[in-house]
């Protein structure tokens, strides 16, 4: 990505939707895996599937493989620069 600017652009269009905002606040407090976080929604596995890939494309998610289970967390430098410019704006 670009400068700031676009960086900026592209975590707002990412944060539009609902779900994506509910699943990171959701792995602010621990990491979980697809399963794991499924469970909390009203949602497909498909859907939540989704959602978790446009997160970590976007980097703002990490996945990580442990035997065959993926776990996924916040990538805590992303996160805290999208925290800190809704703070500092």
């Not at 978790?52 to 493989?65: A, E, P, Y």
Request: proline content about 1%.
């Amino acid at each position: 990505m670009g400068n700031s600017e676009e960086k900026l652009d592209y975590y707002f269009k990412v944060l539009s939707n609902r779900i994506r905002r509910n699943i990171l606040l959701l792995l602010e407090e621990e990491s979980l895996c697809a399963g794991d976080i499924i469970k909390h929604f009203d949602l497909t596995g498909a859907t939540i599937s989704y959602h978790l890939k446009v997160l970590t494309k976007s980097k703002i998610l990490v996945r990580k493989k442990q035997g065959l289970t993926v776990y996924y967390s916040l990538n805590q430098p992303e996160w805290e620069y999208i925290k800190n410019w809704f703070k500092c704006g």
